[in-house]
């Protein structure tokens, strides 16, 4: 009877190596793997610290030891970011699958993914086809990501786009589909807002009508856990920061001693937004050797880091709207004031 149903043939059970192999080849790269996105970046590095105050771009914050500082920064008991947004997520993304459809993942700095698992999970009990879009400047993190959920997920088809957000939106395929955009984290109030309402309207011309975007947003509320929250008691946050200043030194071949500098994050509660920089604790000279550069700082000067705003869901509403999204429903969760907003493309 077992021959009959094709059971008497033993079929070794698959090798830990022919999994990935199977799950790797719903992998693939729409932009080379190899692709370093900083690699012409050099002189905006210069101008940025040519200016008064002087600055750096966040985009430096993650190679491959900075996502890593992030993550152990995620996980701290005063880093409420990363946990309200999963609450959130577990919660609602039955109410979000339901209200979208099953539709293709376009996900705007993907990191490791960890929170998208959530609407992952969604789809897998429905069954589906899953394609899911990542987009990350950290390609190395965006293809250790990749690899683990196509295993983790056998109907899911990731489709790895290492780039900025600029570069990657403009690669992205175009096959008619309808599409979710997701992009987490509060990752859109990591920029200045002339920088917010180009991003979105960038999201838009690479959108069709209908598809869907939701976009986690961190609120404004006490000072003190906004504070806690970026000066954890592990240091992972100071860390991440820092950890500017390594990458730019062995990606221009740079010689930033980093006991001579240091963090400083503070709120503004009227302007709403955290500010992180990086302090120079002595007068001192440092050399950008790939860049030809030498650039000389002033002891206490500060160099513009990082910005977090901490939004008005109102406003936030009509940033979005203006772009050319119209509002469909929004999940705010009531301890740490976090929010997600669901928005549909005109
Ligand atoms: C704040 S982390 C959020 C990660 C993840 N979405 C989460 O919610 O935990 C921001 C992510 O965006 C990526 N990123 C930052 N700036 C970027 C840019 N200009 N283009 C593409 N990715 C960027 C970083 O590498 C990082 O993985």
């Known amino acids: 009877m077992d021959t009959v149903l094709g059971l008497g043939k033993t079929a070794s059970p698959p090798t830990a190596a022919s999994a990935m192999a199977q799950s790797g080849s719903r992998v693939r790269f729409v932009i080379r793997s190899t692709h370093d996105p900083l690699v012409e970046d050099g002189p905006n590095v210069i101008r940025n610290l040519s200016l008064s105050p002087k600055k750096i771009s966040a985009v ?9 500082l992030f993550e152990c ?7 409420y970011l990363r946990r309200a947004e999963a609450v959130l997520l577990k919660a609602y993304a039955g109410d979000i699958v339901e209200l979208c459809g099953v539709l293709p993942i376009v996900e705007l700095g993907a990191g490791t993914a960890e929170k998208t698992r959530i609407v992952l ?13 990542p987009i990350d400047v950290d390609v190395e993190t965006l293809t250790a990501a990749a690899y683990r959920l196509a295993q983790e997920y056998p109907q899911l088809f990731v489709h790895c786009l290492g780039g900025t957000y600029e570069e990657c939106l403009a690669a992205l395929p175009r096959d008619g589909q309808k599409r979710l955009f997701l992009f987490l984290g509060s990752s859109l109030g990591n920029m200045e807002w002339s920088e917010m309402d180009a991003l979105l309207r960038q999201i838009f011309r690479h959108s069709a009508p209908g598809d869907y975007l939701l976009v986690g947003a961190d609120l404004d509320k006490d000072p003190a856990v906004i504070n806690r929250a970026y000066n954890d008691a ?3 946050g100071p860390r991440s920061t820092l950890n500017m200043l390594m990458h730019l030194n062995w990606r221009y071949g740079g010689n930033f001693a980093m006991d001579q500098f240091a963090y400083q994050s503070a709120y503004d509660a009227v302007a709403r937004r955290n500010e992180v920089r990086i302090e120079s604790l002595i007068a001192q000279t440092v050399t950008l050797r790939a860049l030809g550069s030498s650039i000389s700082f002033g002891r206490s000067e500060l160099i513009d880091a990082e910005v ?3 939004f008005d869901p109102i406003e936030l509403t009509q940033l979005l709207e203006k772009a050319g999204f119209s509002w469909v429903q929004e999940w705010i969760e009531p301890v740490y004031r976090y ?5 549909r493309r005109q």
Do not use: H, N
């Open 121 to 133: 999970a969604e789809y897998a009990k429905r069954g589906v086809r899953c394609d899911y879009f």
């Open 308 to 310: 977090m705003w901490k």
């Open 60 to 68: 430096y914050v993650y190679d491959r030891l900075g996502s890593q």
């Open 339 to 343: 929010g997600i907003f669901l928005l």
């Open 73 to 79: 920064q995620c996980q701290t008991p005063e880093y």
């Open 234 to 236: 592990a240091g992972f």
